[in-house]
């Protein structure tokens, strides 16, 4: 399978290590910002075509799929014009920053009947897994969910620590993460609400948000965000179910009480990245929908949508 990656940067690179650990696959272009440091890149992991252009890259010979591990604001034009090329695609979360973009994606990957998936990492963690295989067979259900995301980013850096072209944003990225795995486990949200701080005067976003979210079975979640917060960094999940807690930390997982879950055999690799890569790859050998498509996650981006409104005051 011949496979292009758009985003030579600190997360593409993470592509990079799981597509190399899945038989069957070559990454035949690259398509970064810069064309000097894409070619560094393109350079250590043996990829034939460094290239700014998208297009230089979708026009490739063969070329069946593409991932988008780009800046949030161009994920929903280049998954169009991945799908209107006729490729798979793959784009990192988020699928858009817009619930209209969101959708748009939605109805072309609809109409063309390609693999379309959307890089909801955590449906894919080890660590959640277990917490959702048990869910499926009956022995809990979630209660609660706390959730607290937190960087400190007060500059626009990225996850290397180097300058960032473009700027984050925590309700339609972070966010993003957890409303979907909110749903994936308990169920359909059927009520959210959300209040900011202080707008950031050079980055133009809100640095603290919180967000509370309802699913239809009567579980609640409480979500925590932000970019002020010196201390542990990354997303920290607490599951509060009927029958114990646990807090999954990546793809790592304790009880309430710190003890370490062990998590072999949920899945062929302790990597959600990888596991999330060999989805995507597997649904197109198989021709299947696969987890995480864009239909599925679109009800995220819907909540998304309503929260952006109740923040600027439009509701």
Known sequence: M???????????????DALARIDGVEVVGLVGRTLESTQKVAEKYGIGLATTELDEALAQPGLDAVILATPTQLHASQALACLNAGKHVQVEIPLADSLADAEAVAARAAETGLVAMVGHTRRFNPSHQYIHNRIQAGELSVQQMDVQTYFFRRTNINAKGEPRSWTDHLLWHHAAHTVDLFAWQAGPIVEAHAMQGPIHPDLGIAMDISIQLKAESGAICTLSLSFNNDGPLGTFFRYICDNGTWIARYDDLVTGREEAVDLTGVAV?????????????????EGREPRASVAQVLPCYRVLGALEKQLAGKV
Not at 3 to 15: P, S, T
Not at 271 to 285: K, P, T, W
């Open 2 to 16: 011949k496979v292009a990656l758009a985003g030579a940067g600190a997360f593409g690179e993470k592509h990079l």
């Open 269 to 285: 690799s302790s990597n959600g990245i990888e596991l999330q890569d060999r989805e995507f790859v597997s649904a197109i050998r």
